[in-house]
């Protein structure tokens, strides 16, 4: 029996390229029954040469082994974790492609995952697994303002609020309930709109409040045009929030609007 060519791979890749295609583009080949190679199965030596990319999968990986985040751009950072989710495919170009189509690599996580799946070499597999990852990215920043107090971790307050509003394609209203010593009792989406608009309703706001016993709130919602700019429409809703809760000592801490780039506090701007 004639030996088959010796295959080089590492414990995620295969060492060479198929042109039949994969259901499961993550499919991990390490789980497919192992058969030896024969003189009629062995593969010709073009086919089981390490592709090209193999050597830059493992530079990169040094690299940040040894320098960190620091040493890679955005799109190298995509790439790394691209490998595990595509161990078959060369995934630089689909990284670079992912951050031209959304912009930034928070847009990419921040992306629906039906847009994600329209970028060449994303299956809806890749797409669930990266808003799974950006769904840990928000938990953990959740984590970091549950069970303490809200305005003296501000900084944590903006990014999860930017971490879980900033690429939403359409307006959402989210309210922060605080307790008396204005910690965080529940966050809460009560509103989802167009492109441009949410309807609120303050009556529905302060009800809530009331039913989860908090004394202070913080209004936030996303502007999906980019542009944090206060309209006067939020402006003006945010003032009658604030009576209708001052009626029942509730207080209204702030109202911040998110974009992709930025936010905009209304309290900073001494508008409310």
Known sequence: MAKGPAATSSDDELPFATEEPVA??????????????????????????????????????DRFREQGDTALADYEILELLLFRLIPRRDTKPIAKALIDRFGSLSGVFGAPAALLTEVKGVGENVALDLKLISTVAHRTLKSEIRSKQVLSSWSSVIQYCHAAMAHETREQFRILFLDKRNVLIADEVQGRGTVDHTPVYPREVVKRALELSATAIILVHNHPSGDPTPSRADIDMTKVIIEAAKALDITVHD??????DGHVSLKGLKLI
């Open 24 to 61: 499961d583009e993550r499919l991990f080949f390490g789980d497919r029954p192992h058969k030896p190679p024969n003189a009629r199965t062995a593969l010709p030596a073009s086919l089981s040469a390490p592709e090209h990319y193999h050597g830059h999968r493992e530079r990169l990986r």
């Open 255 to 260: 109202h911040i609007i998110i974009g992709k």
